[in-house]
């Protein structure tokens, strides 16, 4: 039972660049999170997912598109990665949304 | 909408001191509260929770935590700090987001520091 799992760990990208973020989980939850967090702001939601093939939007999700085609699966992409996109991205599982699980996050520097 | 305030961005005790974190909400419902903790370079791992009754919860790693309604706080305190608390914390309120899914809120986060 490897919990949540991101991929990868570490990415740079050149600014314009596009990349897709994987998070993966093997406890069956329904919903699904993508935060950002960046120093002093905490955590922010980017997009969420109540289910397979639902998404909604968070607080923060210009730049960002996601899609959850399977169950397990929820992806995080970057069409045109901007510097102000730099930030420790972690995904969040949960069945029942009060005791979310973390993944452990992935640093993507943009430059 | 919902927030949360975390006062304190950085705390440095003593090990052995005792220990509190302060956390401010503001929710127009009944809150369900929480406090999370983050290792360095770690995902955050739920120390507690709060959704009714007794206002004084108890979490793991010896964590516990009052909800005053009055006062709309829910601040994390610990007896004797170990040096392996050092780590940051997140108090973060659940609201229903409307689209079927609840939500949480986070504070900014409070680092602590032990000294030895």
């Known amino acids: 039972n490897a919990g949540v799992t991101q991929t990868p760990k570490f990415r740079v990208l050149k600014t314009g660049q596009s990349m897709t973020l994987l998070c993966a989980q093997d406890?069956?939850?329904?919903?699904m999170y993508w935060y950002r967090q960046d120093p002093g702001m905490g955590l922010r939601l980017i997009h969420y997912s109540v289910g397979e093939g639902t998404t909604a939007k968070g607080e923060v999700p210009d730049g960002y598109n996601v899609s959850r085609l399977k169950k397990q699966n929820f992806l995080l992409g970057l069409e045109s990665a901007a510097p102000s996109q730099t930030s420790v991205y972690f995904c969040a599982s949960t069945i029942n949304f009060y005791e979310q699980y973390f993944g452990p996050g992935t640093r993507l520097t943009v430059t | 909408a919902q927030s949360v305030t975390q006062p304190d961005i950085h705390i440095t005790v003593s090990e052995g001191a005792s220990l509190e974190l302060r956390c401010n909400y503001s929710y127009g419902a009944t809150p369900y509260l929480f406090w999370y903790v983050q290792s360095p370079g770690q995902g955050l791992q739920l120390l507690l929770k709060y959704f009714s009754g007794d206002t004084l919860v108890q979490g793991i790693k010896g964590f516990e935590a009052e909800f005053k309604r009055s006062q709309s706080s829910f601040n994390l305190r610990k007896p004797s700090v170990h040096w392996s608390d050092a780590a940051e914390y997140f108090c973060a309120v659940g609201a229903y987001s409307g689209a079927g899914s609840y939500q949480l809120t986070f504070g900014k986060g409070t680092k602590l520091s032990v000294i030895p």
């Open positions: 406890m069956n939850h329904e919903y």
